[in-house]
């Protein structure tokens, strides 16, 4: 792979590797922090070389490593959450290696929590506190202390966090109210690549929480990381054998049913890792789970229109009339198969070295009755007429997997510590031959809908008649996409003084290349008349299985796939081959980036200034393919465009004392466009004499942002938090979907509908956490933890257009930003039982611009509050009882146009409820 780096970005390199110690005859210090009683790791401990105001973090292992010391008498101090203050005194001799375990024993508890939801909080906590930028911690035991199957509704656990579901589960990952896309997901120090065709997203469903050791976001960004992240970076960590000191075995069988459908759904996960020969570490991770359940929907997809009149009693919204409303049922399969196999390697005490998997496989079925009631003029509620009926029926099976392979070790040398890593990861998605559609059509009379909130059809007898519909169109598919992320880093560290104030200095390159491809294949079945399909082969009665359970109404008869198919099988597919579709879909897109970065911090006194400088340069080459309709042409697209960024980024980290921390944050971070936004096939359309156009975007801009953020967190008793943040964000170029017709190149267009780069955007917000073990209370209320934060985030964001002559503009929140996002945990926990209640909130947020000029038309998603519960028997020491209940309010999704009164999309799932059994000898 090629490598090409600014001279100015290699020279600032070369000088921090030229820094160099007064001599090569220095010492070294290895260790490792332990629970007096339990033996294990306490990760997140704070290390200090008294003498020279020194300080490590303990790494998940429970190892430190100083280089480069000094022949000398030096005091080791060590601090943890929950545990006494301990120190020690050890004598560094040149060319050696000293060897020190240091033990901590419990302040004022029976042991140091490392385990269960307060040992998991505990152990988040120290982490959090000896970051040197703003950091949230989800760890193992918290993963499994909450009815989550996944890592993304795990996450919404965290502090700014909340989640996107797609049929009620959780998938992709909001941090700070902002979008998926605006933020990074990577594992085991590797980005993972997206399985979806048009997203950089990743969605974490497809990789179950049982395989991981714990989840890390970012939410400010040290030079030495990935900077494409504006919301936050979130880093998954998965299992790894010295975790923990020996054997460990973690099983679980569960069995779950949701109210909506009845189904019973079986999941297991086992866990294990063992150390071999003190040098060898191998951990193994395996979760499978199959799930059936449905959905019930009733959508318009925000087609109305808005009548002003002078009584405007709605927010100025006058009267509404509806274009067409959209009943669905959803009947869906998802099986989901997780496994991870690391290997940890020390073949010395100065050189560790790792291999991490992940094979994550996603099995999604699903089946959607749909019944379209469609108007020729926009109608208004309660009144009557002509309107024309769409059964449909579509019925596919999407395969997505991740597979990522990294390997990668740390060497400590007399001065310096080189940490290397090479990674390949590929995800896919596949959908083989599908049915995308098959519509069976009627035209009735006295239809109608009411209650704009939830419509309901308001139809005669034969709209639930099977003899009234006709099969019209049937609609075949595939689809593949597949995304491979191909990188090498490395990064080189050191640590040495400055006078009296100790230093380090870390600089480091990365080369990664990305190809994304989409292919999608149409065929549509029209005129089948003519193509020899009987009458009787046409009516909906030779389709049709029955009513179709549907909680919201009456909905009427279901399709069949099965006789669909035998249809299909008679026609001949090159005939009915659509090839626009089969084209203009279809892309090629090849992504580099090169980067390179400086950094380096230097503690003066309580205060910690960290800073440093990352240069990131971009290059695409996309390739696709449009259609003018009007000429009735094909023309291959190829477009090339690049991007130097330089991004520096300042952190100051002032500790007032073991338990309180004051930090402030200027950084600089960037995001890319979506692969759907830069894929360069168009279409042009005429009819009517109207020219209709939609098309990407190659040439838009990445997303800019300059951030600041400032926060003070305390830390009291054993698990104890209470913070406060603030933090600001100015970003340019920020991306959303618009119709362009009427202005510009496009002014003769009835629509051209593609991505654009607005004007520039300001979000600012408040973030708050609390958590609480009410250990001082008597019993039993002693057993008591609170775990609560909530985010206010608020956006201003302005989007232009040229009307005529003169260029107008009006504010937007930011696309995807909730204004607020809360969670609160209430738990009792003691060597019995746990209890957990969950409630998980998020504002609403706008989701689409349709037409620039109305803000009436604007698409949101509507604020979602989800209550959980987990409760926990330990019938053993080893065995424990669980009981989980998902979505305890029925919460539905919703979605609305302009204005709460004006449905887009409302989707109901019902309550889920699991019992499950668990081993873990540990």
Do not use: C
């Not at 909001?174 to 896309?181: E, F, S, T």
């Not at 294990?272 to 020969?277: G, K, L, M, P």
């Not at 869906?332 to 196999?341: P, Q, S, V, Y």
């Not at 971009?618 to 190829?638: L, Q």
């Amino acid at each position: 792979m090629d490598f090409r780096t600014p001279l100015s970005a290699m020279t600032l390199a070369l000088m921090a590797a030229g820094l160099s110690a007064n001599a090569l005859a220095v010492g070294k210090l290895e260790g490792n922090v332990r629970d007096q009683n339990t033996r294990q790791p306490l990760p997140g401990a704070s290390v200090t070389i008294k003498e020279l105001n020194l300080s490590q973090q303990v790494g998940r292992d429970g190892r430190f490593f100083f280089v480069g010391l000094n022949d000398g008498e030096y005091t080791l101090q060590v601090s943890y959450l929950g545990a006494a203050p301990s120190q020690q005194s050890i004598r560094v001799d040149d060319d050696r290696t000293t060897q020190v375990e240091l033990v901590l024993a419990p302040r004022g508890v029976e042991h140091i929590r490392v385990v269960g939801q307060q040992g998991a909080l505990s152990q988040s906590m120290n982490r959090q506190r000896g970051a040197d930028n703003l950091l949230s911690v989800v760890s193992a035991d918290v993963l499994g202390n909450f009815p989550d199957s996944n890592i993304s509704e795990s996450l919404q656990r965290v502090p700014g966090l909340s989640i996107e579901r797609d049929q009620g589960e959780g998938r992709f990952v909001r941090v700070r109210g902002m979008a998926p896309d605006y933020n990074s997901v990577s594992m085991n120090g590797v980005r993972l690549p997206s399985p979806e065709s048009d997203r950089r997203a990743v969605a974490l469903d497809v990789v179950p929480s049982d395989l991981l050791q714990s989840v890390e976001v970012s939410k400010t960004l040290t030079p030495d990381m990935d900077a494409d992240a504006l919301g936050g970076a979130i880093e998954v960590k998965s299992l790894s054998a010295f975790d923990r000191d020996d054997t460990y075995l973690n099983l679980s069988a569960e069995v779950s049913q949701d109210t909506l459908t009845n189904n019973t759904n079986p999941k297991l996960a086992v866990s294990y890792s063992d150390i071999f020969a003190e040098n060898l570490g191998i951990a193994l991770g395996v979760s499978w789970y199959d799930r059936d359940f449905g959905s019930d929907n009733v959508e318009t997809g925000g087609k109305w229109t808005f009548v002003d009149t002078l009584d405007k009693d709605k927010l100025g919204y006058g009267d509404a009339a509806l274009s067409s409303i959209d009943q669905r049922a959803y009947q869906i399969n998802r099986e989901r198969l997780g496994i991870g196999i690391n290997f940890d390697y020390h073949p010395s005490d100065d050189t560790d070295l790792y291999l991490r998997s992940l094979y994550s496989e996603f099995d999604d079925t699903e089946t959607r009755n749909s019944a379209k009631t469609k108007w020729k003029s926009p109608q208004q509620a309660e009144v009557l007429s002509k309107g024309k009926t769409t059964r449909s029926l579509k019925s596919r099976r999407e395969n997505q997997n991740i597979t990522s392979i990294v390997a990668g070790g740390e060497s400590r040398f007399a001065l310096w510590t080189l940490d290397y890593q090479a990674s390949h990861s590929t995800a896919s998605a596949e959908k083989p031959r599908n049915l995308a559609g098959a519509d069976f059509v009627a035209k009735l009379d006295d239809t109608g809908f009411r209650d704009s909130h939830k419509p309901k059809v308001i139809a005669p007898a034969s709209y639930y008649r099977v003899d009234a519909f006709e099969l019209d169109e049937i609609e075949i598919a595939t689809a593949q996409a597949k995304d491979t992320l191909n990188s090498v880093q490395f990064d080189l560290s050191r640590q040495l003084s400055l006078g009296a104030y100790p230093v380090a200095v870390k600089t480091g390159a990365k080369v990664s290349r990305r190809d994304k491809s989409n292919r999608a294949d149409v065929w549509i079945y029209g005129d089948l008349r003519d193509q020899g399909v009987t009458d009787e082969a046409l009516s909906l009665g030779q389709y049709s299985g029955g009513d179709v359970d549907y909680s919201l109404e009456r909905f009427g008869p279901g399709i069949e796939a099965a006789p669909l198919w035998d249809v299909i099988e008679s026609l001949d597919a090159d005939v009915n081959r659509d090839a626009i579709e089969s084209s203009i879909n279809d892309f090629d897109i090849r992504e580099k980036v090169n980067a390179a970065y400086l950094m380096g911090h230097i503690d003066i006194d309580k205060m910690r200034i960290l800073t440093g400088l990352r240069f990131e340069q971009n290059e695409w080459d996309s390739r696709g393919h449009g259609f003018d309709g009007i000429s009735g042409e094909f023309a291959d697209v190829d477009n090339q465009s690049d991007e130097n960024h330089w991004l520096p980024a300042l952190h100051l980290t002032y500790r007032h004392s073991d338990t309180t921390v004051l930090r402030a944050a200027w950084t600089n971070t960037l995001v890319r466009p979506t692969f759907g936004q830069l894929a360069p096939g168009y279409l042009k359309e005429e009819g009517d004499g109207d020219i209709d156009l939609s098309f990407g975007n190659p040439h838009l801009a990445s997303l800019e942002s300059m951030n600041l953020d400032l926060s003070l967190e305390h830390y009291f008793g054993n698990i104890g938090l209470l913070s406060a943040g603030l933090f600001y964000k100015d970003i340019d170029n920020f991306i959303y979907q618009a119709d362009l017709a009427g202005r510009g190149d496009y002014v003769d267009a009835h629509s051209a509908v593609t991505f654009v780069n607005g004007d520039s955007a300001h979000i600012y917000g408040v973030e708050l956490s609390y958590v609480q073990e009410f250990s001082f209370l008597p019993e039993p209320l002693n057993a008591l933890v609170l775990n609560s934060n909530l985010t206010y985030t608020d956006s201003a964001a302005s989007i232009s257009w040229n009307d005529g002559d003169l260029v107008l503009k009006r504010d937007i929140p930011m696309p995807s930003q909730s204004d607020i996002t809360a969670n609160l945990s209430l738990g009792y926990e003691d060597s019995y039982a746990s209890v957990w209640l969950s409630a998980a909130y998020k504002s609403e947020y706008l989701q689409e611009v349709t037409e620039l000029n109305d803000e009436r038309h604007d698409l949101y998603t509507d604020t979602h509050l989800q209550w959980d519960l987990v409760a926990k028997a330990h019938l053993t020491t080893r065995l424990s009882l669980y009981f989980k209940g998902v979505n305890l309010t029925d919460e539905p999704y919703y979605s609305y146009t302009g204005n709460p009164d004006y449905n887009a999309q409302y989707e109901t799932y019902g309550r889920t409820f699991q019992l499950g059994i668990q081993y873990v000898n540990y």
